[in-house]
């Protein structure tokens, strides 16, 4: 059995989803959202979702982290302030000692949903149908949970892709 961590980058909230697998066996752990404050300026929000990571990663102990890729959109701040978050999503794992993989939305929904176009319900309908069991009150959360659904299916091939970058 594996445990994987699932993280969906975001400034005001990062969601996350644990799931042990076993074989073809996928089993809710854990999910919820981490929200940061607005009013807070964003290296203290940056510092409290590193925080909640590494305590999340320290507590679970999860063997591997999946963290979606973010798109471009047309905010430029907006952009910018993901790609923070984002960069927290990486790092911390990555300072932990574990191997991170990353994957786009569009093949996350395909992963779970089977096809890139799937809307948010349609990711939390099946991820809900593939986790029984699992109560999820945001989003961001079900989202999470597809992005470590997505890695249980492709991790052997992330590993590969990814222990080939640390050869070169």
Not at 67 to 83: F, H, I
Not at 99 to 111: D, I, T
Not at 123 to 133: D, I
Request: net charge positive; with cysteine.
């Amino acid at each position: 059995m594996i445990r994987l961590l699932g993280i969906d980058p975001g400034l005001r909230f990062m969601g996350w989803g644990l799931i042990d697998v076993e074989g073809n066996r996928l089993q809710h752990v854990a999910s919820g959202v981490i929200a940061t404050d607005g009013a807070e300026s964003v290296p203290l929000r940056l510092c409290e979702l590193h925080g909640a990571l590494q305590k999340l990663i320290r507590d679970y102990q999860p063997a591997e982290a999946a963290v979606e890729e973010t798109y471009v959109n047309r905010n430029g701040a907006s952009t910018l302030k993901l790609g923070y978050a984002r960069g927290v999503a990486l790092l911390t794992p990555a300072y932990e000692g574990l191997p991170v993989a990353e994957y786009g939305a569009m093949m996350v929904k395909k992963s779970v949903v089977g096809t890139g176009a799937a809307t948010k319900e349609q990711v939390t309908m099946m991820v809900k149908r593939l986790l029984p069991g699992a109560v999820i009150h945001k989003a961001d959360a079900s989202d999470a949970l597809a992005v470590a659904i997505c890695h249980a299916h492709h991790r052997e091939t992330a590993r590969q892709v990814m222990s080939g970058r640390r050869m070169a």
